[in-house]
């Protein structure tokens, strides 16, 4: 498939997504959900890949959302760009450099690690263009925030700037746009040198574990640990560890 809004790219163990449209701030249309869900497909069916950096293509937009232009005339809500996020099975790091609004906040909300520039604004607009969010955002942002600070940015659609995002959680680090991808890279390759299906089983707990009662969390975990003990990169890692060498894991 021929990418129009994405930029896809290959980078070792690392898959690089980056959002191509500045010249419309980065908003989603439908051609981008297309071409995301592709991706997505196409990084789950990549055994060679570990770890996934979704970011945008300038310096004023991670994304304003959703393109209104595109969307104000359908019926049928605009397509998700959350859920094929939200299925990747290996880790997801977004570098936010710049405004994540709307759907564009959504969409950083399905990535498992968010890191943003300083610059960056965030808000859930939503409410005061007579409707609510479709992609997420209901669910996964009291999740993260808790629920006091999820219904206050939701109610009012107020932005709220990088500091504040991460006092409250929404964000994992603030950092300056040189800094950035220097720093998702990094955090991207140490994730990628570690054992796969650990990655993978980590995640998996963590995520499906927030659905569960704490039994059912605890039951699942060891589950996936028992599951660890079928694999070559466990043995590995227990052998390097004895031996006092760095492990070669295989992703088997």
Same mark, same amino acid.
């Given at each position: 498939?021929?990418?129009?809004?994405?930029?896809?790219?290959?980078?070792?163990?690392?898959?690089?997504?980056?959002?191509?449209?500045?010249?419309? &701030?980065?908003?989603?249309?439908?051609? @981008?959900?297309?071409?995301?869900?592709?991706?997505?497909?196409?990084?789950?069916? #990549?055994?060679?890949?570990?770890?996934?950096?979704?970011?945008?293509?300038?310096?004023?937009?991670?994304?304003?959302?959703? &393109? @209104?232009?595109?969307?104000?005339?359908?019926?049928?809500?605009?397509?998700?760009?959350?859920?094929?996020?939200?299925?990747?099975?290996?880790?997801?790091?977004?570098?936010?450099?710049?405004?994540?609004?709307?759907?564009? @906040?959504?969409?950083?909300?399905?990535? &498992?690690?968010?890191?943003?520039?300083?610059?960056?604004?965030?808000?859930?607009?939503?409410?005061?263009?007579?409707?609510?969010?479709?992609?997420?955002?209901?669910?996964? @942002?009291?999740r993260l925030v808790g629920r006091a600070k999820a219904m206050e940015m939701l109610l009012t659609g107020q932005h709220i700037d990088a500091t504040e995002a991460y006092h409250i959680g929404l964000i994992h680090r603030v950092v300056s746009r040189e800094e950035l991808m220097?720093?998702?890279?990094?955090?991207?390759?140490?994730?990628?040198?570690?054992?796969?299906?650990?990655?993978?089983?980590?995640?998996?707990?963590?995520?499906?574990?927030? &659905?569960?009662?704490?039994?059912?969390?605890?039951?699942?975990?060891?589950?996936?640990?028992?599951?660890?003990?079928?694999?070559? #990169?466990?043995?590995?890692?227990?052998?390097?560890?004895?031996?006092?060498?760095?492990?070669?894991?295989?992703?088997?």
């Amino acid at each position: 498939m021929r990418y129009e809004t994405l930029l896809y790219r290959k980078a070792e163990a690392v898959r690089l997504i980056s959002i191509n449209r500045p010249e419309a &701030d980065n908003a989603i249309n439908m051609r @981008l959900a297309e071409e995301l869900a592709d991706v997505c497909a196409d990084v789950n069916r #990549d055994e060679m890949a570990r770890v996934v950096i979704i970011t945008g293509v300038g310096e004023k937009a991670f994304s304003v959302g959703a &393109d @209104l232009k595109e969307f104000s005339l359908q019926i049928a809500k605009p397509p998700s760009v959350a859920a094929p996020v939200a299925s990747l099975t290996i880790p997801v790091i977004v570098a936010i450099n710049g405004d994540a609004l709307g759907q564009g @906040l959504e969409l950083a909300l399905a990535c &498992d690690l968010r890191i943003a520039v300083e610059t960056a604004r965030f808000a859930l607009n939503h409410v005061a263009l007579g409707f609510i969010p479709w992609d997420g955002a209901t669910q996964r @942002l009291p999740r993260l925030v808790g629920r006091a600070k999820a219904m206050e940015m939701l109610l009012t659609g107020q932005h709220i700037d990088a500091t504040e995002a991460y006092h409250i959680g929404l964000i994992h680090r603030v950092v300056s746009r040189e800094e950035l991808m220097p720093l998702v890279m990094d955090m991207a390759q140490a994730i990628a040198a570690k054992a796969l299906f650990a990655v993978k089983y980590a995640k998996e707990a963590i995520c499906k574990g927030l &659905d569960l009662t704490l039994e059912q969390g605890l039951r699942l975990e060891a589950d996936l640990y028992c599951l660890l003990h079928t694999t070559e #990169d466990r043995t590995e890692g227990i052998r390097a560890f004895l031996e006092k060498r760095p492990p070669k894991f295989q992703g088997k």
